[in-house]
């Protein structure tokens, strides 16, 4: 539970304002961390699901789509790679 710096009454994480004293609660900052981490989350389901797909297209014979699906998990990994430094320079 997040609590307000001026007079540490909880609030909610989706709160701009302290209810109690309307104090701002979330920096623009701290929305930019949470905005990066929840872009990692998102690459990184995109990975799973693509990295998935190119198993299944592998099995199946539509080369043209694994090298597709291939070239856009290598492609998701990159972006995935960058999005975890940029959250580790925190
Ligand atoms: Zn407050």
Do not use: W
Not at 22 to 32: A, F, I, T, Y
Not at 39 to 64: C, D, E, R
């Amino acid at each position: 539970m997040q609590r307000c710096k001026q007079c540490e009454s909880p609030v909610a994480k989706t709160d701009v304002n302290c209810v109690n004293c309307g104090d701002l609660v979330n920096s623009p900052v701290k929305s930019k961390t949470n905005f990066r981490q929840h872009f990692g989350k998102i690459v990184t389901g995109l990975f799973i699901l693509s990295a998935a797909l190119t198993v299944v297209a592998l099995f199946t014979n539509y080369v043209g789509s694994f090298i597709t699906l291939l070239a856009t998990t290598i492609a998701l990994l990159m972006v995935k790679k960058s999005a975890d430094e940029m959250s580790s320079q925190q």
